[in-house]
């Protein structure tokens, strides 16, 4: 029997909670099944597939829930909050998955895996914060929202003011070798949700330890798909295509780039750090490390992408 490509698809924030809306559970499962067409097609066309997901807006209101409820239950710390949304949002992925390819006469066994990376206890980021999670709020807010303990708001340009949490660079998946054996005997595996669960190795004695922090999901994506051996990686984000000079007079789409091109793009600032740079880094890093093709696109045209019809696709 041929060897299946494997394919990791990382679903953006968007694919599950879209802006503007409330966000409530009914619309999350929605969105999911909307999101998962082009799963569902590159399923049907055999190829092995990983997917993982956001988090962003669900740990953001997690938190809320958190700080509100102190006075009444312990308070949860954020590397716990992670492994929290990262079950609950893939039981949401998986039944939605499980209900499409039903739907397709499609028959798969499919396993979500609460995912812990690995991450350098002193990663830059850990005391200078820069990931954006939760909700979007006015500038009239702000400085109410800034009086709470340990927040720290910054603004996400174009868009508002929202709560930044501390985001180490990932560098190896704890569960690697699980999950490369429950794709090898074809079942489909849900994994670093909303990025994984940061730890790191306690040089003391050993032990795996917890960090109040969330994971870039597409650079955790781009870590697993290498360690598990996967060929491509398919980013599906809010944009049908990558573009030079976004928003501007000359912006230019990219229907396919190589990996030096999008070196140099990167480098000389086309894609800022809180959009499009961790997917074009993701990519970079997936490439440079042996993947074959990374797409990046939009739900809407994921199934054309899958085809090599849609998107921007980056070879090395």
Known sequence: ????????????????????????????FANTRQSLNGVVQLIAEGY???????????????????????????????????????????????????????????????????TQILVDPEDPSITNPTKFVGPIYSEDKVEELRKRPGWILKEDKGRGWRRVVPSP?????????????????DILVIAAGGGGIPVYINQKNGWYEGIDAVIDKDLASAVLARDVLAEELLIITAVEKVALNWGKPDQTFLDRITLAEARNYLAEGHFPSGSMGPKIQAAINFLEAGGEKVTITSIEKSVEAVKDGGGTIIVP
């Open 48 to 114: 092995q597939v990983l997917v993982t997901h956001g988090n962003g807006p669900q740990v953001g209101n997690a938190l809320i829930r958190v700080e509100e409820s102190r006075h009444l239950v312990p308070v949860l710390p954020l590397g716990v909050i992670v492994a929290d949304t990262e079950g609950g949002m893939g039981y949401m992925v998986e039944q939605c998955l499980q209900n499409k390819l039903h739907d397709r006469n499609i028959t798969r066994e499919i396993a979500t895996i609460i």
């Open 1 to 28: 029997m041929k060897k299946k490509k494997t394919i990791v698809v990382a679903l953006g924030g968007n694919a599950i909670s879209h802006q503007f809306e409330e966000g409530n559970i009914h619309q999350q």
């Open 169 to 185: 660079i990932p560098k190896e998946i704890v569960g690697k070798k699980v999950i490369r054996l429950l794709l090898d005997n």
